[in-house]
């Protein structure tokens, strides 16, 4: 069982930028991946950047070059830090973690509660 839990969203001006958390507790060492999710208003929930465990990370295309996913091991949390805000940006942000059993097997996925982060003016 893994439980995270998101911070950091809030209301920011159109160009600003915010840093987003997501803690982590109970089985760490199950977590193989994380990713960022949002989803807006009237929207399907979408992948907005994702990190594995060797470090690598990919984004969508919306937000390559605005959005930084990295991580903190000793701290057991995962960051999302958004730059150039824009109002599209407007969305309730997940934290997801992707699972492995002690085999490497794949084990279900959890996820945070959300953080809203509104962009306006």
């Known amino acids: 069982q893994v439980q995270l839990v998101e911070s950091g969203g809030g209301l920011v001006q159109p160009g600003g930028s915010l840093r987003l958390s997501c803690a982590a507790s109970?089985?760490?060492?199950?977590?193989?991946?994380m990713g960022w999710y949002r989803q807006a208003p009237g929207k399907q929930r979408e992948l907005a950047a994702h990190?594995?465990?060797?470090?690598?990370?990919n984004y969508a295309d919306s937000v390559k070059g605005r959005f930084t996913i990295s991580r903190d091991n000793a701290a057991n949390k995962w960051y999302l830090q958004i730059d150039s805000l824009k109002p599209e940006d407007t969305a309730v942000y997940y934290c997801?973690?992707?699972?492995?059993?002690?085999?490497?097997?794949?084990?279900?996925?959890?996820w945070g509660q959300g953080t809203q982060v509104t962009v306006s003016s």
């Open positions: 997801k973690a992707d699972l492995a059993d002690v085999h490497g097997d794949p084990a279900g996925d959890s």
């Open positions: 109970g089985s760490i060492a199950s977590i193989v991946a």
């Open positions: 990190i594995i465990g060797n470090g690598r990370t």
